[in-house]
Structures are given as structure tokens and as C-alpha cells.
């Protein structure tokens, strides 16, 4: 099966994706892993890449659906893959359409995890992370058991720079503005599935389930 999950940041993609990869056995293929491990590699996309973010660029569409197209040729990926983080606009799906054609391999679904602004503004504003043994709590939904100490290691719980409340805003503007549009798009394609992506975790998990086991 071959798959997008879809939904802002602080949705649960990274969660679900997991959970999915693991119970049928496909890649979970996120793109910022791919650009990590291309460069590391130093292989011809991963210098292209490279050379782009010293320069404080961003990484052109075309080497990122180029390193999309080697990893979803591997192996592991004959039965499936699920695609986190990409696309995240029109172009890109576009993008990703004409590569998948060329490779007679078109998406099968797309799952949006649907939740609600202020919900996903509570999961990320909430998030607080272990200095010594990085364990993340959420202080409105997963506290410690004692305020600012991790469970685990007693250590001192902190809150990202990037997890306060006006850049989570700025964040989540620029999925509305940009990444949204693609709801519409595969809509249009009779792809998309959505799930409401609140309550239960393992309940979200079995309806994801569920979705795949009918593509």
C-alpha cells in the first residue's frame, strides 16, 4: 500500500506512521530522514542537498522527490511505504504524481489526521522535555507525576524554544496556508480518508488500520 498521512504539526503523523510501518511491515519514509542519511552518505543527491543547506537554502523539490524515488525502490518498500512530512503543498504533490506515474506506482490513499487548532496548540505549547534523559511529557495531557521532574530520572523538565506558543501559531499558519490546499487536492482524487486524529491513541490506531487494510 502505498501512503500519505497527512495533518498539522502536534497530529500524531509521527505516532501513527509508527504504529502502521511496524503492524504491515512497510518503511514509514520521512523526508528529513532521507535528507539526513543522503547527506551523511555523501551520495550525488545527498551533496546536492548539502550544499543547499550550508547555504541556508531550502532543499529543491526535485532532490527531495529524487531521494523519495531511490528509497521507495528498495527492498523493504515492494509491498508499501507511508510517505510523513511530504508533500506539504500542491507543487510538490504534483511533483509526486508525475513520479509515481513514471514508475507505474500511483498513491492508493491518503490519511488526514484531523485536529482541532486549539487541541494542536495544547499538544505543542504543553510539551516538556527531559534535560537528561529527553523523555517528553505534556503538562496539559501527559504531566509528571511531580511539576518540571521526569518521572524516570527525576531530571529537569524543559520547554523548546521553538514550543512556545507564537511559533507554534507561525506553524501552524503556515500548514493552513500551504499544506491544506492538498486536502481539496486528493480529495478530488477519491484518495483521501480522514480520521478524526482526538481521544483515544489506540483507537485512532485501529481506524488507521482499518483504511489500510481496504486500500
Given at each position: 500500500m502505498?501512503?500519505?498521512?497527512?495533518?498539522?504539526?502536534?497530529s500524531?503523523?509521527g505516532t501513527?506512521?509508527?504504529?502502521?510501518?511496524?503492524k504491515?511491515?512497510?518503511?514509514q519514509?520521512?523526508?528529513?530522514d532521507l535528507l539526513?542519511a543522503?547527506v551523511a552518505?555523501g551520495?550525488?543527491?545527498?551533496k546536492?542537498?548539502k550544499?543547499?543547506?550550508?547555504a541556508g537554502?531550502l532543499v529543491s523539490?526535485?532532490?527531495?522527490?529524487?531521494?523519495i524515488?531511490e528509497?521507495?525502490?528498495e527492498?523493504?518498500?515492494?509491498?508499501?511505504?507511508?510517505?510523513?512530512g511530504f508533500?506539504r503543498?500542491?507543487?510538490?504533490a504534483e511533483?509526486?504524481?508525475?513520479m509515481?506515474s513514471?514508475?507505474g506506482?500511483?498513491?492508493?490513499?491518503?490519511?488526514?489526521?484531523?485536529v482541532?487548532?486549539?487541541?494542536?496548540?495544547?499538544?505543542l505549547?504543553?510539551?516538556r522535555t527531559?534535560?537528561?534523559?529527553?523523555?517528553?511529557?505534556?503538562?496539559h495531557?501527559s504531566?509528571?507525576?511531580?511539576?518540571d521532574?521526569?518521572?524516570a530520572?527525576?531530571?529537569e523538565l524543559?520547554?523548546r524554544?521553538d514550543?512556545?506558543?507564537?511559533t507554534?501559531?507561525?506553524?501552524?499558519?503556515v500548514?493552513?496556508?500551504q499544506?491544506?490546499p492538498l486536502?481539496?487536492?486528493?480529495q478530488q482524487?477519491?484518495?483521501?480518508h480522514?480520521l478524526i486524529g482526538?481521544g483515544?491513541?489506540?483507537?485512532?490506531?485501529?481506524?488507521?488500520?482499518?483504511?489500510?487494510?481496504?486500500l
Amino acid at each position: 500500500m502505498r501512503t500519505v498521512l497527512l495533518g498539522a504539526p502536534g497530529s500524531g503523523k509521527g505516532t501513527q506512521g509508527a504504529v502502521l510501518a511496524k503492524k504491515f511491515n512497510i518503511p514509514q519514509v520521512s523526508t528529513g530522514d532521507l535528507l539526513r542519511a543522503a547527506v551523511a552518505s555523501g551520495s550525488e543527491l545527498g551533496k546536492q542537498a548539502k550544499t543547499a543547506m550550508d547555504a541556508g537554502a531550502l532543499v529543491s523539490d526535485e532532490i527531495v522527490i529524487g531521494l523519495i524515488a531511490e528509497r521507495i525502490l528498495e527492498d523493504d518498500a515492494k509491498q508499501g511505504y507511508i510517505l510523513d512530512g511530504f508533500p506539504r503543498n500542491i507543487a510538490q504533490a504534483e511533483a509526486l504524481d508525475t513520479m509515481l506515474s513514471k514508475l507505474g506506482q500511483p498513491l492508493q490513499g491518503v490519511v488526514l489526521l484531523d485536529v482541532p487548532f486549539e487541541e494542536l496548540l495544547q499538544r505543542l505549547t504543553g510539551r516538556r522535555t527531559c534535560r537528561d534523559c529527553g523523555a517528553i511529557y505534556n503538562i496539559h495531557l501527559s504531566p509528571p507525576n511531580t511539576a518540571d521532574k521526569c518521572d524516570a530520572c527525576a531530571g529537569e523538565l524543559f520547554q523548546r524554544d521553538d514550543d512556545n506558543a507564537e511559533t507554534i501559531s507561525k506553524r501552524l499558519t503556515v500548514y493552513q496556508d500551504q499544506t491544506s490546499p492538498l486536502i481539496a487536492f486528493y480529495q478530488q482524487q477519491s484518495k483521501l480518508h480522514t480520521l478524526i486524529g482526538t481521544g483515544d491513541v489506540s483507537a485512532i490506531s485501529n481506524a488507521a488500520t482499518d483504511v489500510f487494510n481496504s486500500l
